[in-house]
């Protein structure tokens, strides 16, 4: 039989397709075989010289590893080729909006940001005192996002700030302060005393990223209802439509 194949198929030697066979019968797989003679074989013609070949028991068993592999790195080739689609996605979109952020440094347009932010975090204002309202959040970006805008509009002065750090029991208020400090670069000194949560005694922090929350006074009540009379005046627009 191997000696028709040899007449058959002139290119493949004898020694050749005896090789193929003595390393398929050591439960080489054709990949491997192809890569060990270093000839670029068809698998349709390995196929024909190997079909007959007995293959050890534990074959089966390095198919199945061989398999996991390779569905292991399609995986990973996946995932890589989507994490390459996703930064583009947002690569696009920064191109595309990179032409609308310098527009904040304009009052009009950074009043109404502002007084956006404020509608949704500052919607609670000093119950005990009328004469400032405050801003408070766990995330640094909005934090400063808000201090920043006010200092675009109002050109606010910093003495007229004050901050209070909000945490859980378990957390170092000092530490806690000193972060928020440099973050804001607001001196500690225009900190109030900590507060902590009570319910929080006996229970850990699982995120230990955990900041805890920042609450930003502003001790100039006017601004508030600036800020009010935008939002609201933005409502009535949006709900009345453009003027024609």
């Known amino acids: 039989m191997i000696l028709c194949y040899c007449l058959i198929m002139k290119p493949y030697s004898y020694a050749i397709i005896q090789k193929t066979q003595q390393l398929r019968s050591i439960g080489k797989t054709y990949r491997e075989i192809i890569k060990d003679i270093n000839i670029p074989i068809p698998k349709s ?38 994490r390459e689609i996703r930064s583009q996605f947002f690569k696009s979109l920064y191109q595309k909006n990179s032409h609308i952020a310098p527009r904040i440094f304009d009052i009009s347009t950074a009043k109404i940001a502002l007084a956006m932010l404020c509608l949704g975090e500052a919607s609670k204002y000093n119950p005990v005192s009328r004469s400032s309202f405050y801003l ?42 000193n972060y928020w400090s440099e973050i804001t670069g607001i001196p500690p000194r225009l900190f109030y005393k900590p507060l902590i949560d009570p319910r929080t005694v006996g229970k850990p922090t699982l995120k230990k990223e955990y900041k805890g929350v920042l609450r930003v006074n502003y001790l100039d009540n006017t601004i508030r209802h600036d800020l009010e009379s935008i939002a609201k005046l933005v409502y009535n627009q949006l709900q009345n439509g453009p003027e024609v």
């Open 136 to 177: 408070g959040n766990s995330n640094p970006q909005i934090i400063i996002l808000f201090l920043k805008l006010l200092q675009i509009c109002y050109s606010i002065k910093q003495d007229k700030i004050r901050c209070t750090v909000q945490c859980r029991a378990d957390q170092n208020p000092e530490l806690l302060k």
């Open 45 to 82: 013609t390995l196929s024909s010289w190997l079909r007959n070949i007995p293959l050890p028991p534990e074959y089966s068993n390095k198919v199945k590893v061989l398999i996991s592999q390779n569905i292991a790195l399609a995986r990973s080739k996946a995932l890589e080729k989507n």
